[in-house]
């Protein structure tokens, strides 16, 4: 199975900082990778897919970046609403295998 | 609007089952492949299942590989998981949720449900 990792996998900062969560994969899985934001008891919402590609509805101050092992989460201004449990999941092989997750907390 | 309800979510001892169901709604249920991801009390997410839009393909984690089957009715726009000699493990919130990507090969989802609760005890 794809393992895999992410960094940091807790954060804290404040609103209007710009914060960077990677997540590397045991092997290369292309760009087979998306990113999901979840808040306390709520579901999973989809940010970025294809690695890159914004989901509709999704400000453009989230951005995603990477291919092969190493991928990038970027909030460029972080505001209120972001403070949450951020998790990438790789889709190149089964079993689809999530990162342990990245908590962004206020500072 | 696409929605995914889940039901089914229960106290079970353990090696009792379970069957949770997922119906949807707001979307052409058979043009997506569709998962079950749990996520056991304060930790992170697993993938557990999925299936194909037409239901021919299926899929498992190691951890239901034997112990749980997915299914679907596509008549009825509604997703199962027939979970079996349940451990406390098992327990967990699990979600219903449509893959982005179409009907074939389930890759990632882009709509969960609100998940329903299973307690193994």
Redesign the interface.
């Known amino acids: 199975a794809i393992h895999l990792t992410q960094s940091p996998s807790s954060l804290s900062a404040s609103v209007g900082d710009r914060v960077t969560i990677t997540c590397r994969a045991s092997q290369a899985i292309s760009s087979a990778l998306v990113w999901y934001q979840q808040k306390p008891g709520k579901a999973p919402n989809l940010l970025i897919y294809d690695a890159s590609s914004l989901q509709n509805g999704v400000p453009s101050r989230f951005s995603g970046s990477g291919s092969g092992t190493d991928f990038t989460l970027t909030i460029s201004s972080l505001q209120p609403e972001d403070f949450a449990t951020y998790y990438c999941q790789q889709f190149n092989e089964f079993p689809l295998t999530f990162g342990p997750g990245t908590k962004v907390d206020f500072k | 609007e696409v929605q995914l309800l889940e039901s089914g979510g229960d106290l079970v001892q353990p090696g009792g089952s379970l069957r949770l169901s997922c119906v949807a709604s707001g979307f052409t249920f058979r043009n997506y492949a569709m998962?079950w991801v749990r996520q056991a009390p304060g930790k992170?997410?697993?993938?557990v299942s999925?299936v194909s839009g037409r239901g021919g393909d299926t899929?498992h984690?190691?951890s239901a590989q034997g112990r749980f089957t997915i299914s679907r009715d596509n008549s009825k726009n509604t997703l199962f998981l027939q979970m079996n000699s349940l451990r406390a493990e098992d327990t967990a919130v699990y979600?219903c949720a449509k893959d982005?990507?179409g009907s074939g090969r389930?890759?990632?989802?882009?709509?969960?449900?609100?998940?329903t609760t299973v307690i193994v005890s």
């Open positions: 998962s992170g997410l697993e993938w999925a899929y984690a190691d979600y982005g990507y389930p890759r990632a989802p882009d709509v969960w449900g609100q998940g």
